[in-house]
């Protein structure tokens, strides 16, 4: 993950879905990029090549909610997106958006502070996303959210973690 | 007439399911364009192939038949659920004896069974023809007599002896002819049974199938329709171009192997083949008798773990008779999945998809490469107790040793 | 040359090809262009890359047995194959390419005496198949004179409006 | 201070005496339930690389979502999850023919009070109506539990609703739950867990406290609990696969908000597209015409639910315009309806009654075509979740569903149930 990103701002509104986002007939595969054909196609057929013109997704309330499927969150970072700014995020989203490598901030004034096409910039060592209107704070992830994100996922995460302890920790009390 | 004139033949029954609608109402409003309907009330339509629609395509097919039907003012559509599209026509007394019946599903020569001429004819034909003019063409075919003697042996059925012809004889030994089917093991089975042989004439690659009907055809339909009919009974100087014999005790339960219906063999031939699903439905299989039979061997048993097995019965009515008669219950407590009724597994439209490596066996009729998902996986055909003896082993099983 | 003789490369394949091979149920509800990119993929995958209009399809026996699937000859219409020669057809097949105007020709013997690749002539009329890369000439079965009136109308629909909805013997 | 239902099972799930909110702690679920996205786990696990599995007992595969393969592709999957099952040896697995993963894991006694479970399913948090704190993850996630027995977890704030009164005739949990949903909006208790509780609560049956934990996903929430009591003992009593306690919030526990609802109050109630907080009183909406009518679902595919449904039916034909989709939740619900005659019923009513699953709600049959409407008693009614992006989806209970599917629009049920 990188420490800082900039880019064109893609713009939705409140409680975008889980079946907006990748509708479950394309579940078939676990593909990042060939989930991100069929990201937010129930709005338009344009919108899979449109998402691809931008580099962060803002967007109000309750983004992701819906199913816990992973592919809303991988489809996005197969379109390559860097990240997604909404005012807040379904839990579920926001635990697949990490498992999958995909920075995720949460700052409610940047909703209303762009408008789409625009560039923002998120730091995220010091918790700020700079619009045209301004820069808004956002609080940091805990560091053991952080590590996962670091290094791209879970999946690479469990990698270096049995790649280095070996087995797996002794069980819980 | 004579074998081998062209005769234009009024219509009685156009039997259409979901697919072939589609197909045909597609051709009728695009390619013979400006016709009407000369007789909607002759048409019957069954959706069974899509019954549940997994996709859209789906959805938007039965709703384009939904359609079709409400501007051509067809007033017998029989939607998702109802049954399989021959065995519903059959409930609904669509089908007396003496009835010219067209649809293009090939096993409309099932038909046959209860008297009636019955074959199956393209799309465009019923496009252009039947559907605008109320006729189909047909040349007149030459006509064999099959006799069938003798009774069936243990954990035989009808379906095992129609298979044994088809295996027997080849699947193009009767193209473009009629079989008669004939002998003393007919009256020995119901008539439900009987209808095995028609059906599967077109395994043989015959026009139609015919069997003369009796008294108990005519109480058979009169269940169904208060229509009157009569009993057509053949000329006693009918010329066959041939005659054949076979004795049917000797037949043993069949099975047809990949990769085509005609690759018969003796279920002992093939037993202990692995399957990881079994399914009895399909036009041939999922009758009341085939419910009944299906339960007789799993009752008290339980379907191997390595095996889903699907039951599809072919009406409402006979699932409704079946959960009154406590067979749903055997079967679901088996393990068994029943689902509604309609064509099933058939060619995968809506259920029944195989990935590569995979078998199923069924009670269905075609086990062609790719008719059901991947062309690696591997359809055999067989009885309904054999298919529910494979179901217990998780392997193709001779159902002898399940029926003491 | 009429659309009754046919000359073209011959492609080749085997006995009892279901109508399942050539349009799947997948591609049963596609436009007809879309469907020739699948004809006989599973059985012959080179054929819907090099088949040219007016090239001759040779089957073995019982082609285009299974379901009814009167799509299939539009299919194989759809890859611009001129004829379709066999040792014998499925019944419903033998209707439906009549009935949609799809000339074919039942030839006992065919598959033995062409190779694929050759070059042959088709007169679907005179019921004669010319392999004309060995020099030899076939006879086949020609359609009876109602079916080869259907055929020369361009199928039953052509024939109907072209009689007025009547038959004509 | 004393300790709310998520914050006990958490303290007890990780090894501490207590736990507060917004701590986040390292837990070890008790079973981790994953439905066909089990393939995807599976593959995940593939790149971890890694095969010795935590714990065999704390994991259940149920598939569900597409039952039967419908392409080669699930028929895939299915064989690659029963390997999968076959060659560790996990012990609760149950095929395609046995229904909705949350509501066989009920029924066979895999979920006990105070247990901690993840599922690939966002509607998980249905195991609060046995006590249990279930809420959904992802597949990869799924994948790191089966190594590691561990996942971290944010300690939930609790919401307390509290429900008064009874239920008017025609009323139920699924109305009760639409109009709470519509009040507080589907962003109402995003984070949160709910704890229902309150007169009605203590005598509702478990099948309508499923109702109500299983919609309380669509508030936003990450659990939801109806705390374990005598009717939870009286479900589990020949099921439970172990013994268990029945865990209860303290009587001090710290709720971040209350809210009262007077079930005596409410009317029939109608999600109307796209949002299931979309949530209207039936005279608002009733009138509506309806292609199809979909009773399914593990919101209300349950006995009690096609009781209800069989029950008005019953005598009454479908409307010739409308199909009706029956999909039970599970084999044990089907087989309890057929003994009771509903299944009958519906079938003689003109239902077509599928095999149990998932079914229309997860896009497994009864996919919608462009302009359809259906009814469903199912719990989300997003764009084209059903099918066409032009079709429209209302959700309502099983007793709404019935009198819609008779009359052909959608209608008050109160004419029939009064």
Known sequence: MEPRVKGRVILFGDNINTDVIIHARHLRTIDPAELAEHAFEVLGDEYPQKLRQFDILVAGENFGCGSAREQAASCLVGAGLKAVVASSFARTFFRNAINTGLPIVECPPVRGAVQEGEEVEIDFARGTVTTPKGTFTFPGLPPSVMEILAVGGLVPYLKRKFATAGAPPPRAG | MAPGDVVVAEVDTVIFHDLSLYLTGRTFEQEVKGQRILHPERVVIVFDHFFAPATEEGARILQANREFARRHGLPHLFDSGTGNCH???????????GAVVVGSDSHTPVHGGLGAFATGIGNNSIAALTLPYGTAWFRVPPTIKLLLQGSLARGVTARDVAQYLVGRLGEDWAGYKAIEYAGDLLPRLDVEERLLFPLMCIDMDAKAGYIEPDEAVAAYIRQRTAQSFELVRNDPDAVYESVQTFDVEEVEPQVACPPTVGHVKPVTAVAGEPIQYAEVGGTPGGRLGDLRRLARVLDGRRVHPDVRLQVVPVTREVFRQALDEGIIAVLHDAGANIFPASSGSNQSTNMGALTAGQAMISTHTRNFPGRNGSPEARIFLASTYTVAASALKGRIADPREFLE | MSALRVRGRCWKVGDNIPTDAIVATANLFKPYEEMARHVLASVHPEFVLGVKPGDVLVAGRHFACSSGRAVAPKALRATGIGVVVAESFARTFYRNAHEIGLPILECPGITEQVREGDELDVDVEAGLVRNLTLGQTIQAVPPPPFLRGMLKAGGLHAYLELHGGEFVS | MGMTLAQKVLAQTSGKPTVLPGEIVDAYPDLVMSHLASWRS?????????DRLYDLNRIAVVLDHRSPARTPEDAGHHQLIREFVKRHGIPVYYDVHEGIAHLVLMERGHVLPGMLILGTDSHSTIYGALGAFGTGVGFTEVTSVWLTGCVWMKVPESVRVVITGRFPPAVFGKDLMLALIGQLTANGCTYKSVEFTGDLVANLSISERMTFCNLAMELGAKCAFVPADAVTEAYLAGRAKRPYELLRPDPDAPYARQ?????????????????????????????????????GSCANAKYEDLEVAAGILKGRRVHPDVRLIVTPGSREIYLQAMRSGALQTLVEAGAMLTNPGCGACAGDGGSLGDGEVCLSTANRN??????????????????????????GVIADPREFLA
């Open chain 2, 87 to 97: 065995y519903t026509a059959i409930q609904h007394g669509f089908i007396r004896p």
């Open chain 4, 42 to 50: 599976i593959r995940q696990l593939e790149q971890v690389g890694v």
């Open chain 4, 259 to 295: 809210v009262t609802v007077d079930a005596s109050a409410l009317t029939p109630m109608v999600s109307c597209p796209h949002q299931v907080d979309n949530a209207k009183p039936i005279t608002a909406v009733q009138g509506t015409r309806i292609h199809q009518a979909f009773l």
């Open chain 4, 382 to 407: 997003f764009l084209g979740r059903m099918g066409s992006r032009t079709s429209q989806i209302y959700l309502s209970s099983p007793a709404t569903l019935a009198a819609s599917a008779i009359k």
